[in-house]
């Protein structure tokens, strides 16, 4: 409790020290965010999507809140220092570590900050140092709410509507931190080159991921491309993975996204298509999983700001998301196919309604020498989505959703055995912003 109140304290010297001081200004901004959570079958870890036959699942149900806190202090005209600090970030009321403020990391879901960074207008362009969003790029087919240390720069020569960015970001520090002289670091390096207009963005990155614990040269190219024309709208990203993962395993794998829609006076209706490749042979030299990993850390999965579904990539259900829980390893292996149509209708300027309906199956079901076993079936289900949002102000609107997904025979442990079980989804919340 002491440290929540010394962050309140710090943040008020700070707001008071910027009206006594003509040359900063300080300005703040955020949002607080509680949620209800019920799922009919549930096993503390997502969405429990098969029983033993002849038993009945048990149901999962909580609330949790979240409240991020952005200070940005202007220095002068060529200097800002920007923040994010999470006072409560997915905690579970009645779930923390020693009470209802305490445990204050990152691990524990509580106070901490997320990001910490410096901006300069230089003569050369915008450099951006310190912790920052590494998160967030083009769609967010694939994008995860994850920071890195980073140096970033703008370059200024770039002619408008043309934009370029590089950076490098350092993920793990050993050298001489583990109590050895060895350069066992890893870091980051990548380059984007985009183009930006009031009705198309395009861009195109280049990622080197070098990991010098071992041989991992990971490299990424990763274009899209959001664009308007009158009524209508594409949305589409690809990802193209390569590199040597081992000396003797080599990366080789490819995810995309595509969405059409239309916007037609209060209705909006669009059809997506994504996809993510399996490896159908883990033993072989090839690791063609495009879904690397099952974990948040590290940034897996279909992307934690990724949700047109609220079971499938919902942050909570532990299936191809995972924000909350640890991503389905099956299903990751196994890649997917899903097809969407969704439609929202405003009813008012308060009211809003959603709709969809999605079909989805592994790219790879079965694979040698892994865990999914021979035969398996390649159907993940159909999930059928409705959900309204009613803003009660201009900064408050309150949501619930309703999410049911027929369960597809991919899910059985085995052929023969464990029955596959239908589940649904219950949510509500109310979000705040300032």
Same mark, same amino acid.
């Given at each position: 409790?002491?440290?929540?109140?010394?962050?309140?304290?710090?943040?008020?010297?700070?707001?008071?020290?910027?009206?006594?001081?003509?040359?900063?200004?300080?300005?703040?901004?955020?949002?607080?965010?509680?949620?209800?959570?019920?799922?009919?079958?549930?096993?503390?870890?997502?969405?429990?999507?098969?029983?033993?036959?002849?038993?009945?699942?048990?149901?999962?149900?909580?609330?949790?809140?979240?409240?991020?806190?952005?200070?940005?202090?202007?220095?002068?005209?060529?200097?800002?220092?920007?923040?994010?600090?999470?006072?409560?970030?997915?905690?579970?009321?009645?779930?923390?570590?020693?009470?209802?403020?305490?445990?204050?990391?990152?691990?524990?879901?509580?106070?901490?900050?997320?990001?910490?960074?410096?901006?300069?207008?230089?003569?050369?362009?915008?450099?951006?140092?310190?912790?920052?969003?590494?998160?967030?790029?083009?769609?967010?087919?694939?994008?995860?709410?994850?920071?890195?240390?980073?140096?970033?720069?703008?370059?200024?020569?770039?002619?408008?509507?043309?934009?370029?960015?590089?950076? @490098? $970001?350092?993920?793990?520090? &050993?050298?001489?931190?583990? +109590? %050895? #002289?060895? *350069? /066992?670091?890893?870091?980051?390096?990548?380059?984007?080159?985009?183009?930006?207009?009031?009705?198309?963005?395009?861009?195109?990155?280049?990622?080197?991921?070098?990991?010098?614990?071992?041989?991992?040269?990971?490299?990424?190219?990763?274009?899209?491309?959001?664009?308007?024309?009158?009524?209508?709208?594409?949305?589409?990203?690809?990802?193209?993975?390569?590199?040597?993962?081992?000396?003797?395993?080599?990366?080789?794998?490819?995810?995309?996204?595509?969405?059409?829609?239309?916007?037609?006076?209060?209705?909006?209706?669009?059809?997506?298509?994504?996809?993510?490749?399996?490896?159908?042979? @883990? $033993?072989?030299?090839?690791? &063609?999983?495009?879904?690397? +990993? %099952? #974990?948040? *850390? /590290?940034?897996?999965?279909?992307?934690?700001?990724?949700?047109?579904?609220?079971?499938?990539?919902?942050?909570?259900?532990?299936?191809?998301?995972?924000?909350?829980?640890?991503?389905?390893?099956?299903?990751?292996?196994?890649?997917?196919?899903?097809?969407?149509?969704?439609?929202?209708?405003?009813?008012?300027?308060?009211?809003?309604?959603?709709?969809?309906?999605?079909?989805?199956?592994?790219?790879?079901?079965?694979?040698?020498?892994?865990?999914?076993?021979?035969?398996?079936?390649?159907?993940?289900?159909?999930?059928?989505?409705?959900?309204?949002?009613?803003?009660?102000?201009?900064?408050?609107?309150?949501?619930?959703?309703?999410?049911?997904?027929?369960?597809?025979?991919?899910?059985?442990?085995?052929?023969?055995?464990?029955?596959?079980?239908?589940?649904?989804?219950?949510?509500?919340?109310?979000?705040?912003?300032?």
């Amino acid at each position: 409790m002491k440290k929540v109140l010394s962050t309140v304290a710090a943040l008020g010297l700070v707001a008071g020290l910027a009206t006594t001081a003509s040359a900063v200004e300080f300005k703040m901004s955020g949002q607080y965010l509680v949620e209800g959570i019920y799922m009919n079958g549930g096993d503390g870890g997502g969405v429990a999507v098969n029983e033993t036959a002849g038993t009945d699942n048990t149901s999962d149900s909580w609330y949790q809140h979240t409240f991020v806190v952005r200070p940005t202090m202007k220095v002068n005209d060529k200097i800002s220092m920007l923040g994010d600090i999470r006072l409560a970030d997915n905690t579970i009321w009645g779930g923390q570590t020693g009470g209802d403020v305490e445990g204050l990391s990152p691990g524990s879901n509580d106070v901490y900050v997320h990001q910490l960074y410096m901006d300069y207008a230089s003569e050369i362009g915008k450099i951006r140092i310190g912790r920052t969003s590494a998160g967030p790029y083009g769609t967010n087919f694939l994008n995860t709410d994850i920071r890195q240390n980073r140096i970033m720069w703008w370059p200024s020569f770039m002619p408008k509507p043309w934009n370029l960015l590089f950076f @490098t $970001a350092k993920l793990t520090e &050993n050298e001489n931190v583990d +109590g %050895t #002289t060895s *350069a /066992t670091d890893s870091d980051r390096y990548e380059a984007r080159l985009g183009y930006t207009t009031a009705d198309h963005d395009f861009n195109v990155r280049y990622i080197f991921l070098n990991d010098n614990s071992g041989i991992t040269e990971r490299q990424v190219i990763n274009p899209y491309a959001k664009m308007k024309f009158d009524n209508y709208f594409v949305n589409t990203e690809l990802h193209y993975n390569f590199g040597d993962q081992t000396a003797t395993v080599d990366y080789d794998s490819l995810a995309a996204m595509l969405e059409v829609g239309g916007k037609f006076d209060a209705l909006t209706v669009s059809g997506m298509y994504f996809y993510a490749e399996g490896d159908d042979n @883990t $033993a072989d030299s090839d690791n &063609n999983q495009a879904l690397f +990993g %099952t #974990t948040k *850390a /590290t940034g897996t999965g279909t992307g934690t700001e990724f949700e047109p579904l609220y079971i499938l990539t919902g942050r909570t259900t532990g299936l191809l998301n995972p924000d909350q829980n640890t991503a389905n390893s099956n299903m990751a292996t196994a890649g997917v196919h899903a097809f969407i149509l969704g439609a929202d209708y405003a009813v008012s300027n308060q009211l809003t309604l959603h709709a969809a309906v999605a079909y989805a199956q592994a790219d790879e079901a079965t694979q040698t020498g892994g865990a999914n076993y021979a035969g398996r079936d390649d159907e993940y289900g159909w999930e059928y989505n409705i959900g309204a949002a009613y803003k009660l102000l201009d900064n408050l609107t309150y949501e619930a959703h309703f999410g049911y997904l027929d369960t597809g025979d991919f899910f059985k442990s085995t052929a023969t055995t464990a029955d596959t079980d239908n589940v649904y989804l219950l949510t509500h919340s109310l979000t705040m912003t300032f």
